[in-house]
């Protein structure tokens, strides 16, 4: 879908239960996609967005992601090889922040698995019998709510779980705080240097013997996992 029908899609009010059940159903929708594949124009309304990160040569290719969320969509907390900063265009969205050291707390997938670097528990209702170590995940080292020009930076391989629009109060999961309406926001990925690091050994590891040859496939390959 183009971003103009995902917009009328992300203001959409619940529906009648299709099972018959006399019921409301609210229906969530996430997308992404590198700006300049869907809305080439804005790239030239936010000129100098490569001075966002200090090394521009190690910008993600692709340039600028647009995400868009409807309220109560969101992202599984999770961390990327690449370093990000995220700014919000329109809407709210809640992010907390882990180190890499709750990677056992979290319970993340494996890495040969299709959801690798994402956690298996459901923070809204943890199973702690399946996943024993959530009961030790220590509190967030960054839980903000960004709204409409708020930026964030958030450091590769640090863990990240993301709700968009109203999420639940940090005091009072019961209650409901942010705004109601879609979540919208920019991503730039930087290549990281603990990625580069890690790149350097698969390459050497890898190419024949005597080959020196500097390959930048690997780095960005792994920014589209």
């Not at 930076?153 to 705004?179: D, M, T, Y």
């Not at 930087?190 to 024949?208: E, G, T, Y």
Request: glycine share 6%; aromatic share 10%.
């Amino acid at each position: 879908r183009s971003p103009s029908e995902l917009a009328k899609l992300l203001h959409e009010q619940p529906v009648d239960d299709a099972a018959g059940n006399n019921q409301m159903v609210q229906r969530y929708h996430y997308w992404t996609s590198p700006i300049a594949d869907v809305a080439p124009g804005i790239l030239k309304q936010i000129e100098g967005y490569e001075k966002i990160h200090d090394e521009h040569r190690l910008l993600d290719p692709r340039g600028p992601s647009l995400w868009m969320g409807s309220s109560g969509s969101g992202t599984q907390a999770h961390y990327d090889v690449a370093d990000n900063v995220i700014v919000q265009l329109f809407g709210s969205k809640r992010i907390r922040c882990y180190s890499p050291d709750a990677a056992s707390a979290l319970h993340v997938f494996p890495d040969a698995h299709p959801r690798a670097r994402k956690s298996q528990v459901n923070f809204d209702n943890p199973d702690h019998a399946l996943f024993p170590n959530f009961s030790l995940l220590p509190p967030p080292e960054i839980d903000v709510e960004l709204e409409t020009g708020s930026a964030l930076f958030i450091p590769a391989f640090w863990f990240h779980h993301v709700e968009n629009g109203i999420v639940a109060q940090k005091s009072c999961p019961l209650q409901r705080q942010g705004n109601p309406g879609p979540s919208v926001s920019l991503n730039l990925f930087s290549l990281s240097k603990p990625m580069m690091v890690a790149q350097n050994i698969f390459r050497d590891a890898s190419r024949p013997l005597g080959e020196t040859q500097f390959h930048f496939d690997f780095a960005v390959a792994a920014l589209r996992s």
